[in-house]
């Protein structure tokens, strides 16, 4: 049986990318087949789709790192047809067939029920990047920090994970600062709940070894040298939670925040995170995240409309998050 698929294929001068019917029966092996109802554009996604970095690791592959829909069959003893399921990484888009399809196989161990209070397009309104925020914003309370250690800033602020980051902190009462190159999205972050903006420029010239305390935490999705700036910044005893690299993997830093201000860097890695902290963080979600402001910083496009959007992902254009039904 075929249905229809975003499928990437290696070509002469690199990958190219095309809508087209995929056979089922050519579906990679696994216990569990999914009716995929919604997928979303991350970061990731973006760089897949356009080809900008190797993401891609075997072919053709179908796009797509993360889906929600329901269960059509299932030899796996966690889950029945009909179940309502989430899946994240695991190497979806990258090593096994992906998310940007009517149907999914997969291990059924690589599966997070719905939560109950949610559908399956808050889910991906939520998508890798809200749930790798949630991540960020646990690694920071599990550090032990609170809204009356100081204020947390949010780097990427108006993207995916940023918007997400600032709309969970506000809701659990501290102070977030976004930073941002995109003045003309203030009212926006404000909206979401920021208390102040801070200028990408601020965090974007050679680090100090160590600078002027500003912050207690951070969440960055930036890397590079506005992560090295953000920990010269951080507060005695503070913490970052760096979960991306949309401005490079490079670290042009010194150990001095480390060793003299006791300051610790948490690395937020989203697909292969255990099972366990799946659950949590989905948990979290459904009760940490306002879900007007989910609606307000999401937009939804069809399967046709992945290109522009992965294109507009990588360019830094895109604001919050970005649905796709896939029906």
């Not at 095309?18 to 109802?37: N, P, S």
């Amino acid at each position: 049986m075929a249905f229809k698929a975003f499928v990437i294929e290696k070509g002469e001068g690199g990958t190219v990318a095309a809508l087209k019917d995929f056979d089922e029966a050519d579906l990679i092996d696994g216990d569990v087949t999914v009716r995929v109802e919604y997928s979303t554009v991350n970061y990731k996604d973006g760089l897949a789709v356009t080809g900008k970095a190797p993401v891609v690791r075997r072919f053709p592959m179908i796009a797509g790192i993360d889906f929600a829909g329901t269960v059509e069959n299932s030899t796996h003893p966690d889950w029945k047809a009909g179940d309502k399921v989430v899946l994240n990484g695991w190497g979806t888009g990258e090593t096994h067939l992906g998310a940007y399809a009517q149907k999914s196989r997969v291990k059924g161990d690589w599966l997070v029920r719905l939560p109950g209070a949610m559908t399956a397009r808050d889910a991906m309104a939520i998508g890798t990047a809200g749930y790798t925020a949630m991540l960020a914003v646990m690694a920071l309370e599990r550090h032990g920090l609170t809204p009356q250690s100081g204020p947390i800033a949010v780097t990427g602020a108006a993207g995916g994970v940023g918007s997400v980051a600032i709309a969970i902190l506000a809701k659990l009462g501290f102070t977030v600062h976004a930073v941002t190159g995109r003045s003309q999205e203030a009212d926006y972050l404000k909206g979401l709940g920021a208390a102040e903006i801070v200028k990408r420029e601020e965090l974007a010239g050679t680090p100090k070894p160590l600078a002027k305390e500003r912050w207690a935490g951070a969440i960055d999705s930036v890397g590079s040298a506005t992560l090295a700036n953000l920990l010269s910044m951080t507060r005695y005893g503070g913490a970052v939670a760096a979960c991306g690299l949309a401005g490079g993997m490079d670290l042009p830093g010194s150990v001095a925040p480390f060793i003299l201000r006791g300051v610790c860097l948490y690395g937020i890695d989203s697909v292969m995170a255990p099972l366990a902290r799946r659950r949590e963080a989905w948990k979290r979600l459904e009760k940490d995240l306002d879900r007007q402001k989910l609606a307000a910083m999401t937009t939804e496009i069809t399967l046709e409309q992945v290109p522009e959007a992965a294109k507009r992902i990588i360019s830094g254009q895109v604001r919050g998050r970005i649905v796709v039904k896939i029906g």
